[in-house]
């Protein structure tokens, strides 16, 4: 799942991330969960596979209220998620300019030749460097990844930076 889950992450920029805020012990738990994508999207249907995944997994002690509208504006979602009006979801970091600094690492172009190589760097990355997780406050993190190369092109000509030149 996660390896097309990267595949099709193709908008410019995008570094979601998976939130879940902490809640009690119940005898069933039940996660709100929120996506402000289309539910035909890559990451709606991956986000819903995690929850039938956790209700086999837990023999249906634990299950998700898959909301039919996103709680909030994609830009608030994390915001949402840390105020408990939904229990999970996934942001695009890149929608709070200057907000999350740290992860902006996995945007540089050149990292890797795939999304997930760089994904996974980037999710090693993530667990070694508390930097990255007190700019989650208020949340627990499951997982991060990044999308795939890009395309570096402009509209006048070969263009050179240094060194590198392309046509």
Partial sequence: MAV???SVARVAGLLAVLLLACGGAVAQVVITVSSWLPPAHALSEAQRDWCALLDRKTAG????????????APAGTFDAVRQGQ???SFTAQGLTPGRFVTPQLAEFPFLGDTAEAVSVGYQRSFAR????????KG????????????????TSGP?????????
Wanted: overall charge positive; glycine content about 6%.
């Fill in 86 to 88: 939904v229990d999970l």
């Fill in 159 to 167: 263009c050179c930076a240094g060194t590198i030149c392309w046509h």
């Fill in 139 to 154: 949340v627990k993190v499951l997982a991060v990844f990044a999308q795939g190369p890009g395309v570096a092109f402009n």
């Fill in 4 to 6: 097309s889950l990267l």
């Fill in 61 to 72: 002690k634990a299950r998700c209220n898959v909301l039919t509208r996103a709680v909030s």
């Fill in 129 to 136: 460097t508390p930097a990255m997780a007190d700019e989650h």
